[in-house]
């Protein structure tokens, strides 16, 4: 019983150091997925997931991040699920049409501040 | 007990430490500044100038007009600058024609200042319009000429994937399965992207050679118009084949 008790304080503190260390990761700027444990694995996944999107969000400059959102950034994002590099090509695509629908809108008369 | 709260505390740590680090990925980027480019930005001056027509206000006038498109220019070359779809000679072609009216933009300001004439001052003003056509002729262009060159980019990345799913189909077929489908899809994908790069193909060089003096004589207009049409088809075609190439992996996927 008493080795039992042993065994899981161990686990726990364990985890605890983890957090700690994660913790001290984002204080850095860092995102500490290369680092993560079997517990958060999939938690950090969507870290790395989210990571191009905000680059991405300029819509006007869409066309800017073409060719990382068509890069291999998607591909070695997410190491447990093996993605389908078709996936990342078509996703790199739509975001490519993002960025000339946004040019195209860009260019409309209306939008124009002027003569 | 006293183990179990200790773990308790462990995974609030864990999870509390991923909530933060996705908290900070969310706000890094914020939003994105611009310059003063629009229409408003001189309507202070615009009003002195009609309120009281004395060459210094309309000098404020002239000159608020002339910084404003300062920093149009200024956004339209980093637009081009960072653009990762523009061909070196069109980014060229286009960063040429922006310095090129920064610098006739920048004469005009010098005659503005120097000017004390209020015909020559309104003869003046009329020209940053007439003679630059910044929002009307140069700002189209970048755009345009960027979403053109954007679906020619576009052409490539689908061949990457017409590659792979032909690859795919291959594959399916020699394992005695049933392409047809798929095989259908994706001669639909690169129908789609063959009838955008048509209809792209030939628009830089119309646009790139369009100058206000054909805006002013009614000629420049028609042409940004049909690019814009085209682009538009284009873009649509594109849409098409992206949905096409995803229908070409689904049906694969389902003969698995």
Redesign the interface.
Known sequence: MRHQVSVTTRLAATLLLVGIAAVGCAGHGGTGTDQSAGAGQAQTSQVDQMSPTPSASPSDGAMDSATPSDSAAGQGANPAATPDPLDSQLSGLDNLLNGINSSISSSDPGSAGGE | M???I??L??????????L???A???T??GP?TTGP???GVCATEAAASRSSITVVALRAFGNC?ID?RFA?LTTLST?VS????LTPSDAAALQSEIGATRSGLTDLKTTIDAETSIPALKADIVKI??EF????LV??QV??T??AD??L??QT??A??NT??AARIAAAKAAGKDTTAAQADLDAMNASVASAVGLAGPLPAQLLALTPAQYNAGTAGPV?NSA?AS??T??ND??SA?AD??AC?DALKALK
């Open positions: 006293k183990s179990r200790t773990a505390v462990a995974s609030f740590a864990l999870g509390g430490s991923l933060f680090i996705s900070g990925v969310a890094a980027a994105a480019t629009g229409k007009e404003r149009t637009k960072s653009s990762k779809v319009a007439t056509r910044v929002y009307l700002a189209p755009h345009l960027n979403a954007g679906v980019f576009a990345k689908f990457t994937v792979n799913l940004l814009r682009l538009l284009a873009r594109l849409k992206v190439a995803k992996r």
